[in-house]
C-alpha cells in the first residue's frame, strides 16, 4: 500500500482542536501539569481504543502507571475489554526508552516498529503511542532529539501516530526551538485553552473535499457579492487615500535614510529570532567581526559562537518579561580590539505576547581605549606615588642616622681638648659624612628613575 494512501487515511485524534489526523502523524504537547497531560492523553487514547488501535502509553513524572490506568477506567466505556485483549498497554519511561540505564535511540525505534507489525497481525487498524519525555536530563538532550528527527522521518509510511509530551518547566527557549524542528505540530495551553503553535500538515482526503465543495461554493458567491460591493467602496477610498499613500511612503523613505545613516546597529527579530530587518551599520559589523553576510531569514544563531549563543539565549529569555538588556562585549580581532554596547528589547504585542526583538550594536571602542588607558596612567601615579614614599621614609629614617653620629662627634669634639681624641673624632665624622653622601646619591638616583 502506498505512503500517499497511507497519509490519507485520516483517524480520530480524540483531540477537539486537532480533529482528524492522518497514519504517520508526529506531534507534540508541552505541559504545565498533571491535569494538562491527562486533558490531551485520556481522550486521545479513548479515541485509539474506540477505533481499533492498538495503544502504547509510556509515562513519566507526573504522572504513575497507577494514575494513567485509572483515569482510562473512569473516562472509557467498557475499558476491561481492552483491557482483556490487551488492546492498551501502559509502561514506566524505564521499561521502555531505557536500557540497561543508558537510552538507546536504535533499540527504541525498533521498539515501536515491532509493536506495531505485533499490532496489525492482531488485527488492529493500526498503533497510537505517546511518550512523556519529562525523564530527559541535558546529557542525552541532543542524541533524543535527533532520535526524535529520525522517528519523524521514518512514520511517513506506517500505520502509526505518536505523541510526545514535554514538561514546559524543562523546555527553555532553544529546547522548544529543538522539540519544534522535529515534529509536524505542537500544542500548548494558553490563557486556559489549547492552542496548536504550529499548523499541522494534514491533507483532506479527496472524499473529504467533495463533501466541502457544496459549501464553499454558496461561500464563494456570497462572498463574491460581497466582494462587488467592496470594490465600489475601495475604489472611492484608493482615490480619497492616494495623497495619504504618497505622504507615507516618504515618510517612510525618510525613516529607512534615517535607520541606514545611524552609526548604530540594528537588527529586527522575529520571535523565533530569525533576522526580519537589519540596516547597513549591523550588515558592517557581522561582516567585520564575524566575515558573514548578512541576509533576511537568517537565524541570530546563524553567525555566533558557541558561548555567545548561550548568553544570547539568556537575553532572550529576560527580554520575553519585558526587560530591557543592555551589557557590553568585547570582540578581538587580528590587528584591534573592538567593544560594543549591546541592547536587546521586546516589541510587545498589545497587552500579551510579542512580535519580536530589536538588537541594537552601538561601537564604543574609542570610550572603552580611553578607559584603559586612564586606568594605565592612575597606575602609573600610583607607583611613582610608592616610589616616593619610599624616598620620603629614606629622608626621615636611613639619612638620620648618620646625620645623629654627625652631630653627636661634633659635640664631642667641642667638649675634648686631647688632640688625639679631636683627631679620632674627625675621622668618625668623615666616616659618617661619607655615608650620607652614599645615602643622598642613591636617593637621587630613586628621583631620577621616576621621570
Known amino acids: ?178 522539540v519544534s524542528q522535529v515534529h509536524e505540530m505542537a500544542l500548548i495551553k494558553r490563557g486556559g485553552n489549547w492552542e496548536i503553535v504550529e499548523v499541522p500538515a494534514i491533507k483532506l482526503t479527496k472524499s473529504q473535499l467533495a463533501g466541502h465543495k457544496k459549501e464553499l461554493e454558496d461561500e464563494v458567491a456570497q462572498r463574491t457579492k460581497e466582494l462587488i460591493t467592496i470594490n465600489k467602496r475601495l475604489k472611492k477610498e484608493i482615490d ?82 519585558a526587560e530591557q538588556i543592555s551589557y557590553e562585549t568585547n570582540y578581538v580581532l587580528k590587528n584591534e580590539s573592538l567593544w560594543y554596547h549591546v541592547r536587546l528589547f521586546p516589541i510587545p504585542k498589545g497587552k500579551k505576547g510579542i512580535f519580536g526583538f530589536v538588537l541594537a550594536l552601538t561601537d564604543i571602542t574609542e570610550r572603552k581605549n580611553f578607559e584603559i588607558s586612564r586606568n594605565n596612567y592612575v597606575r602609573q601615579i600610583e607607583l611613582q606615588n610608592e616610589k616616593l614614599k619610599n624616598i620620603a621614609w629614606t629622608q626621615s629614617h636611613i639619612v638620620r642616622a648618620p646625620l645623629a653620629r654627625m652631630l653627636g662627634i661634633i659635640n664631642a669634639i667641642e667638649d675634648n681638648n686631647s688632640l688625639d681624641d679631636i683627631l679620632m673624632w674627625l675621622k668618625l665624622l668623615r666616616d659618617s659624612a661619607d655615608e650620607l653622601d652614599d645615602i643622598v646619591r642613591n636617593m637621587v638616583d630613586e628621583a631620577q628613575r621616576l621621570k
Open 240 to 321: 480619497r487615500h492616494k495623497l495619504t499613500q504618497d505622504e507615507l511612503l516618504k515618510t517612510e523613505a525618510k525613516l529607512l535614510t534615517v535607520f541606514n545613516t545611524t552609526d548604530t546597529g540594528y537588527l529586527l527579530l522575529e520571535s523565533d529570532l530569525t533576522i526580519a530587518l537589519f540596516n547597513q551599520r549591523a550588515a558592517d559589523v557581522a561582516r567585520k567581526i564575524f566575515h558573514w553576510k548578512l541576509k533576511i531569514g537568517d537565524h541570530i544563531h546563524d553567525f555566533l559562537t558557541a558561548d555567545r549563543q548561550v548568553l544570547f539565549t539568556d537575553s532572550v529569555r529576560k527580554a520575553v518579561k
Open 1 to 178: 500500500m502506498s505512503s500517499h494512501y497511507i497519509q490519507g487515511m485520516l483517524r480520530d485524534s480524540g483531540i477537539e482542536i486537532l480533529g482528524d489526523l492522518a497514519w504517520g502523524s508526529h506531534f507534540c504537547n508541552f505541559f504545565e501539569s498533571k491535569e494538562d497531560l491527562l486533558q490531551i492523553l485520556v481522550p486521545y487514547f479513548k479515541a485509539g481504543l474506540i477505533n481499533n488501535e492498538f495503544c502504547l502509553w509510556i509515562t513519566s513524572d507526573p504522572i504513575t502507571v497507577e494514575i494513567a490506568y485509572e483515569a482510562l477506567r473512569n473516562e472509557v466505556p467498557n475499558f476491561k475489554q481492552y483491557e482483556k485483549k490487551e488492546q492498551i498497554i501502559i509502561l514506566p519511561h524505564v521499561d521502555w526508552y531505557l536500557k540497561d540505564k543508558k537510552f538507546m535511540p536504535d533499540i527504541v525505534i525498533n521498539g515501536w516498529y515491532q509493536k506495531l507489525k505485533e499490532s496489525l497481525k492482531k488485527g488492529f487498524d493500526g498503533m497510537r503511542v505517546s511518550g512523556n519525555e519529562a525523564w530527559l536530563e541535558r546529557d542525552v538532550w541532543k542524541n533524543f532529539i535527533e532520535y526524535e528527527r529520525n522517528l519523524n522521518n521514518s512514520l511517513k509510511d506506517q500505520r502509526m501516530i505518536v505523541l510526545c509530551t514535554y514538561p514546559v518547566d524543562k523546555c527553555d527557549a532553544h529546547a522548544v526551538f529543538d
